[in-house]
Every structure is written in structure tokens, then in C-alpha cells.
């Protein structure tokens, strides 16, 4: 019964370091498209059109990270379910 504990144990700092890194790099990503919304803004010379390419370069980056953390968030919530009744 100890490994199940040292296996749970094992999961749960895995996720919160998992976590942890996604709230980091999410930051990161705020701060990135607030400097690319204002670059986007004063480039006067950049055609409208580039401007909506990357607007949706950056859209689908952000639903790719939402996509991963939701993914990432069901697998660790299996596995806790998983090993939830080892403890007996």
C-alpha cells in the first residue's frame, strides 16, 4: 500500500508543477499579446490583412494551450480516480 501512497504522491506534484508552469507560461502569453495588440496597433504600414493572420495565429495558439490544459487536466483526474481506492 505505501507505493500506491508514493504513486499518488508522485501524481499530485507532478500536476501541481504541471499547473504551475501552465499559469507561468499563460502569463507570459498575456503579457505577449498585449505587446503584440499595441505593435498591431501603431504598425500603420502593416496591411490589414497580415494583422488578421496574425490575430488568428495568436487565437489559435491560446485555444491549443486551453486544449492541452483541459487534456492534461482529465488525464490527472483519472489517474487520481484510478488510484483513489488504493488506500484500503
Known sequence: MEQFTALKQMIQFNKSAF???????????????????SFLDQAEWLPEESKKTVNEWMRLFKKGCDDFKKTADQNYNSMEKLFAGSDK
Open 19 to 37: 499547473n504551475q508552469g501552465y499559469n507561468a507560461m499563460e502569463m507570459l502569453w498575456e503579457q505577449n499579446e498585449k505587446m503584440t495588440h
